[in-house]
């Protein structure tokens, strides 16, 4: 909750463009400890890590649509974005036990996660340097 509000001060402080490609390196460094550590303190550190991204991103989704396109098309953007979310966590832990059962390591399977999270991270950081220009420059999204 402490960072879904620190989220938020960051957010009016910065807008939520800006701040997107931020919410996933703490997600990623919670997939490395999963995959590395096997000291029972372990857990809080993932569960943290976790904590920490789910508190930024769930601030952010909030803010960043409103931000890039505007009110007008809000309900259909977000059915579209929570439909897809939850396509892909039901997805998850079938592609995990897939993989699993044909052999790959689970800690590899983490350490993958996190640099997918990383490499998306990087990926957000570009696509946000493009929307920052462009909404500076009066791009409107909401009639393209």
């Not at 439909?83 to 590899?108: E, H």
């Not at 998306?120 to 420059?137: D, E, H, M, P, Y």
């Amino acid at each position: 909750m402490g960072f879904a509000l620190l989220a938020g001060w960051l957010i009016d402080r910065f807008s939520a463009v800006r701040l997107l490609p931020l919410f996933l390196l703490p997600l990623s460094l919670a997939c490395f400890a999963a995959a590395y550590l096997t000291a029972p303190f372990a857990i809080f550190v993932f569960m943290a890590l976790l904590g920490i991204s789910y508190g930024f991103s769930s601030t952010l989704e909030g803010a960043m649509w409103p931000e890039i396109y505007g009110t007008a098309h809000l309900g259909a953007i977000r059915s579209v974005v929570v439909a897809v979310m939850v396509l892909a966590s039901a997805m998850g832990p079938g592609i995990t036990g897939y993989l699993i059962d044909a052999g790959v390591d689970y800690s590899l399977q983490l350490a993958l996660m996190g640099v997918y999270s990383l490499a998306a991270a990087f990926l957000l950081w570009r696509v946000s340097r493009k929307l920052t220009r462009g909404l500076s420059r009066g791009w409107n999204l909401s009639s393209s």
